[in-house]
């Protein structure tokens, strides 16, 4: 899932992704999709979605036990590598510093600008979920008050001119001066 946040008056595009990729292959009736592909089919999407005009959040369930953010190290498995790789090569920092399942990190809050996630908590999962519950807030520019939009906003109210005066004057003027 992708939503764009829009921040008015500012021409920032917030774009989040939220993932959930399963800790075993993706099976379908037609064929099996190994970790690996779909790990490099994720990692596409991603490199074609990253916003350019604002920052890009990932959060979600990856299923990568083996990645130690804390550390920034990762095992030598392929499909753990490429995200582990993606990441590092587009900029993100991971924001959650705590395990959010057992000993592992598997729920991830991704950033490409440092300055725009704050407040990582974690609680109790919900309901009956075996992984913490994650919240975060994002730090956006204030939006401007409506007074302000309006005053600095120019509008024509058309139906308020004085089309008989512009006809008049229009007829009256002399064009060959």
């Known amino acids: 899932l992708c939503v764009d946040l829009l921040v008015p008056n500012n021409q920032m595009v917030y774009r989040i992704f939220l993932i959930y990729r399963p800790p075993v292959s993706c099976i379908s009736r037609q064929h099996t999709v190994s970790p690996s592909e779909s790990m490099n089919a ?46 590092n090569f587009n900029g993100f920092s991971q924001c959650v510093t705590k395990p959010t399942r ?27 979920s075996d992984h913490d519950k994650v919240e975060f807030d994002l730090l956006c520019p204030q939006p401007p008050s409506i007074d302000t939009v309006l005053t600095k906003r120019k509008r024509y109210l058309w139906k308020h001119g004085d089309y008989n005066g512009m006809r008049a004057f229009v007829s009256n003027y002399d064009w060959n001066s």
Do not use: H, R
């Open 42 to 87: 994720l990692v596409k999407c991603l490199e074609a979605k990253i916003s350019k005009v604002g920052p890009t959040i990932i959060t979600g369930d990856l299923n990568c036990p083996d990645i130690n953010w804390n550390n920034l190290s990762c095992s030598n498995e392929k499909c753990q590598k490429t995200f582990y790789d993606f990441t």
């Open 102 to 128: 057992g000993v592992n990190t598997l729920d991830l809050v991704l950033t490409n600008d440092a300055f725009v996630v704050s407040s990582i908590n974690l609680s109790p999962p919900f309901s009956i």
